[in-house]
C-alpha cells in the first residue's frame, strides 16, 4: 500500500534499507501494472468511461474518474473481506523504513498514516456517493481533472449505476491477479 499512500499525500519514495519493505513496494508495482493489463479492468473502465461520457461529464474528470474510480469502487468490494480488512489494519500498523526523495515527503507521510490510522478501514468505499467526494478532493486541485457541479453530478450517477458491474467482477480481477503474479497456477 505504501506506493499509493505516498501518492495520496503527494510524497515520493525514494526506497527502503528493509528488504522486505523493498520486496512489498516492488509487488505492488508489479500488482498495479498487472491490474492495469487486465481485460476485466480495462473493460470496466471502458464502460464506466462511456457512462461518463453519456452523462456529458467533461473529458479530464471524465477519464480521472473513469481509471480511479474503478479501483475505488473495487475497494468498496474488498473491505467486506475479513482477510483484505485484517491485512489493510496490519499494514496501517507497520512503521516501515521508508527514505524520500523531496523534503517535507516524510512529514505529509506521516500526518496521512496518522488519519489513516484515526478512520481505520475505509468503509465508506462501499458507497459511491462517498467515493465522488474523495474524487471530488483527489482531482480538485488538478485545473484539467477538476470536475464541475455538472460533472461530480454526472460522476455520482454513473458510479451508482456502475457499482452492481464492479461487484460482479471482482472475483474474476482477483482471479486474474493471483495468475498473473504467480501466487496460484492456470
Known sequence: MLPDFSTMCRARIAGSDDDEVAAGIALHHETDAAFHQAPVVTGLMRELDARLERGGCARGPRRAVAHIGVELLLDGVLVDNDEYRDAY?????????????????DARYTTLLE???HHCVPDDLKKPESIVYRLSRMLAHRPLLAPSSNDLAVITVALIEH????????????RYLRVALGTVST
Not at 516501515?96 to 526523495?101: D, I, N
Not at 457499482?163 to 482477483?174: G, N, S, W
Request: proline share 6%.
Open 115 to 117: 488519519r489513516l490510522r
Open 89 to 105: 489494519v496490519l499494514g496501517l500498523e507497520y512503521d516501515a523504513p521508508l527514505s524520500w526523495r523531496n523534503e517535507g515527503d
Open 163 to 174: 457499482k452492481p458491474r464492479v461487484q460482479i467482477a471482482a472475483e474474476t480481477v482477483l
